[in-house]
């Protein structure tokens, strides 16, 4: 059996550390970069099997801007997706994350966030609706999301679920 590789793309150093030791322990292959350019070259070189990735790197949004990336690279579309924040995920048990997250931007208390993170805890879809530095308003699909500072009693089960899977929610 092929060792699993997992790509973390953060730009703190500590970080990468702490969660390649957990991902190694547990008989992971790790690669990591710490910032969206290099994280795409490496992922296109390495085809990991899953994908950790910071939000705020170079900018506020290049977490963002790397999971876009590889989402509208075939080769990465059935790649899970998690990225790392410690911005509030809210919750729903409303199957189109992407429905529930426009719903929020018509609320006038959530109107103006930058950024809206979703996921179904039924489902476990998962999503982010964000406004880019045009403001434009931008919509993301992902597979989860990390807590920082991480928990490996969380990270683990998350990632061995994902990759149980082997299918992606990126059809959100």
Do not use: C
Request: hydrophobic share 40%; glycine share 4%.
């Amino acid at each position: 059996m092929n060792t699993q590789k997992i790509l973390i793309v953060d730009d703190d150093i500590d970080i990468i550390n702490v969660i390649s030791t957990i991902l190694e322990n547990e008989g992971y292959e790790v690669f990591s970069a710490n910032n969206k350019d290099e994280g795409l070259q490496l992922a296109r070189e390495i085809h990991p099997d899953l994908a950790i990735l910071d939000v705020m790197m170079t900018t506020h949004y290049e977490g963002f801007e790397l999971a876009e990336a590889l989402v509208n690279e075939q080769a990465f579309r059935n790649m899970p997706i998690l990225m790392q924040t410690s911005i509030e995920v809210f919750t729903t048990t409303k199957e189109s994350v992407r429905e529930m997250a426009r719903e929020f931007r018509q609320d006038p208390k959530y109107k103006e966030l930058q950024v809206i993170l979703m996921k179904d805890i039924v489902s476990g879809k998962a999503g982010i609706d964000y406004r880019n530095d045009d403001g434009k308003t931008i919509w993301l699909p992902v597979d989860g999301f990390l807590k920082k500072p991480v928990d490996s009693k969380k990270l683990l089960p998350e990632i061995k679920e994902l990759l149980g899977k082997k299918v992606s929610f990126h059809s959100n």
